[in-house]
């Protein structure tokens, strides 16, 4: 099982989330799709996962990410760890897990 780790810039919490090339395993087809993650409380959220067509071909997530932002209360500083081996569930399906680690200073959110 592979983690990726990444702290939060104002980008990731504002517009979308990016990452490294290759971090999410088996993420193929047309420069976009509809990838879906469980947090640690079970709730499962479809990011959009998009890879630019031209320059740069690390993916970005968007769609319900930001609503994964606000309901989660992230900010800058905050680090998220996203389980790249996918699993498979009955209910969830095929998805990738995705965990949160508050920083100090916005500890007091819930």
Do not use: Y
């Amino acid at each position: 099982m592979e983690n990726f780790t990444k702290k939060l810039d104002s980008t990731d919490v504002q517009r979308r989330l990016t990452l490294p090339e290759n971090c999410l395993k088996d993420f193929q087809g047309d420069h976009e799709a509809n990838l879906k993650f469980k947090d640690e409380e079970g709730q499962v959220w479809t990011f959009r996962c998009r890879v630019s067509p031209r320059g740069s071909s690390k993916p970005a997530l968007s769609g319900d990410w930001f609503s994964f932002v606000r309901k989660k209360g992230l900010s800058t500083g905050d680090v998220i760890v996203i389980i790249s081996d996918k699993e498979k569930d009955v209910a969830a399906g095929e998805h990738f897990k995705i965990k949160i680690k508050k920083s100090a200073s916005t500890h007091h959110q819930n």
